[in-house]
């Protein structure tokens, strides 16, 4: 597919993450609009609440673009969603006989504040990238026992904390936990010493289910509204501690961090790509019909406190080896019910080589290999000031499909207790 047109000139430049082909979502605010739902269209944001209070663009009866989130629109369902796409882009394309009413309603990606862009009802994070399991596998148990048992049979994940889960620019405080290293007797407490992130993408639920009604594979691809790019942080010495017998707790509560824009699946359509192939067939309600990956280009980004910023890694989320469809099943198969608004985290998306790892604790191995920065300084994990940057974008013959950043600055611990 090739890059569509728009009167908005900035959407035409190849180098725009948001061009007409795109049209994310997300909740934006001024000094004098209150937060709102609008549209990513090159360097502009197009106020949904104004074209709705206008009856421009309207949906329902009722109104679901004048709030802080796309929750309402959501729980419209596929139908609307495909809708609401075709009008925006037919308002927004070239030769439009509705620009001029439309133009009046657009507003400086300058001069907006942009927030959560929806409600995150619940937040599952998943372990389902296989270069990355195996990476830390190997570093604790071995490279003959890098993989459970299970890994190459079910998408493993746990319940996280819908709670702390912020958009993008919102500072990080540096955890607190419960440590103890190998040499001690007792644990202690204090602030996490080997704190990290993690490269993800982070699927959104659009179409609630009821307890007691699973869905496959097939039927989860198409109840997924959207996509961003999720930074699921990690208090690594923490983790150590207390993941055993239950898994992450403490060590990943304190902070996720999301892109801004909820770019739709149906932007998404022109790259999709396969899983992998697999050394087990995978039970049916896990099989797919068609290709549910996405070929995403995903860049780990580093900027020091007063530095410049450089680029840690590079990978693409069609490294996964299960997809979002795929973990929705299984997390519906039990008869859990799904909501709109839920949040479901991929894991750590890393390639083969060392270049491609999404963790500091893959690229640093523990710590054993400090990452020499362009300034000179090294990194095993995270700093404070560190800013940590993901970026993403699909790329098209002359244009792209960009998520926005997603980032977040390390601040010091509170001092506890």
Request: charged share 20%; aromatic share 8%.
């Amino acid at each position: 597919m090739t890059r569509l047109t728009s009167w908005v000139e900035s959407a035409n430049s190849p180098d725009t993450d948001f061009p007409l082909n795109n049209l994310p979502y997300g909740v934006f605010s001024t000094n004098s609009l209150e937060a709102r739902c609008g549209v990513a269209i090159g360097d502009m944001v197009l106020d949904m609440a104004a074209l709705e209070e206008e009856g421009i663009l309207t949906l329902s009866e009722e109104p679901v673009f004048d709030v802080p989130y796309w929750n309402d629109v959501m729980e419209l369902g596929p139908g609307t969603w495909k809708l609401l796409r075709e009008r925006l882009m037919g308002m927004l394309l070239t030769g439009s006989a509705e620009q001029a009413q439309v133009a009046p309603h657009l507003v400086p990606m300058a001069d907006v504040r942009l927030h959560m862009p929806m409600v995150v009802s619940e937040y599952t994070d998943f372990y389902a990238g296989r270069h990355h399991a195996t990476n830390v596998g190997t570093m604790f148990r071995g490279a003959e026992n890098a993989l459970p048992p299970n890994w190459l049979h079910i998408p493993i994940g746990y319940n996280g904390r819908a709670s702390t889960v912020v958009v993008s620019g919102t500072d990080i405080i540096r955890p607190n936990g419960q440590l103890k290293a190998p040499d001690a007797d007792l644990p202690s407490f204090g602030p996490c010493k080997r704190l990290d992130i993690e490269l993800e993408m982070g699927a959104i639920v659009g179409t609630s289910t009821e307890m007691g009604e699973p869905v496959t594979a097939k039927d989860a691809d198409a109840m997924i509204f959207g996509y961003v790019i999720l930074n699921d942080w990690s208090a690594r010495d923490i983790q150590a501690w207390e993941y055993q017998p239950l898994g992450p707790f403490q060590a990943k509560a304190f902070a996720t961090s999301i892109s801004p824009w909820i770019v739709t699946t149906a932007a998404l359509e022109p790259f999709r790509a396969p899983t992998p192939k697999r050394e087990f067939d995978l039970l049916p309600y896990l099989q797919e019909d068609g290709d549910t990956l996405y070929d995403i280009d995903l860049s780990v980004i580093i900027e020091p406190n007063g530095g410049t910023q450089e680029v840690l890694a590079r990978t693409n989320y069609k490294e996964m080896y299960y997809s979002a469809a795929q973990q929705m099943a299984h997390h519906s198969s039990s008869g859990c019910a799904m909501n709109a608004g839920d949040l479901l985290g991929s894991g750590t998306i890393s390639g083969a080589e060392k270049s491609e790892r999404g963790s500091l604790l893959e690229l640093s191995w523990g710590g054993k290999e400090p990452i020499t920065l362009a300034d000179g300084s090294t990194r095993s994990f995270i700093e404070d000031g560190d800013t940590l940057i993901l970026t993403g974008h699909a790329q098209g013959e002359d244009y792209r499909i960009g998520f926005g950043a997603c980032s977040g600055t390390i601040l010091p611990a509170v001092k506890y207790p």
